[in-house]
């Protein structure tokens, strides 16, 4: 039903030469992988590059962030029919390096969501607590009006053509993943959630865990019934870690038909 999905995010990392090198070294590990869909979100300069050495493979690719207009008088923005020139299929949006550097709200967020779906983009949308929210018992709080904004504005049948990824932000860059129960507990509650308005939109509704995902790691969370695969950060920036996860994601596919 739902296959697994793992995304690279290489944030604002590589150059022209080791990115090629490290896409060469991705497709030497994953060409032959099936059982998962693999993503590389790389930053806006590279998408050419991307597209140039990932077309026709089996690895798709996308970016971190669009704006929420279409076009215009925005200096510095890159509007979502500019990723589609480059054949980027996905973007991540609401990275919480995002949302706290550059003071994105909830609003921009939901803009941004909706813009990508339009011109039929998959948004990666990004939700997740604080070490000190979580510590006050009130993260299923905080995700739930990150997800409101979007579902009280568009409805939570826009989830059918999403992907939510969970990102405690105390797990993002740590090394201290969340444990496979504390992230399952939390994907339960977004498709839950999602699942009290529109049923069909929660049963598809691709929902990753991203923070401090490693090779040693991926397999407790893989197994785990609402977590549909990773985003993964620093571990992507090196093939063979990568490689790992992915293949950890393709062999713990407990929801795929
Ligand atoms: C991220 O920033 O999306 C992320 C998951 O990073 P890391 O894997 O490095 O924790």
Redesign the pocket.
Known sequence: MRKKLVVA?W?MHGNLSTNEALIKAYLERLSALSGVDVVACVPYPYLFQAQQLLKDTNIAWGAQNISKDEVGAFTGEVSTLMLKDFGARYVIIG?S?RATAYCESDENIATKFIQAQKHGITPIL?VGETLIEREAGVMQMVVAKQLDTIINTYGASVFAQAVVSY?PIW????GLAASGEQAQSMHEFIRNKIAEQDMKAAQSLKILY????NPQNAVQLFVMQDIDGG?????SLNAKDFADICDAAAHSNVNAQ
């Open positions: 995010n944030k990275h390096e990004c990102e797990a993002i860059g740590t991203g923070g401090s995902v985003l993964i950060g620093k571990c």
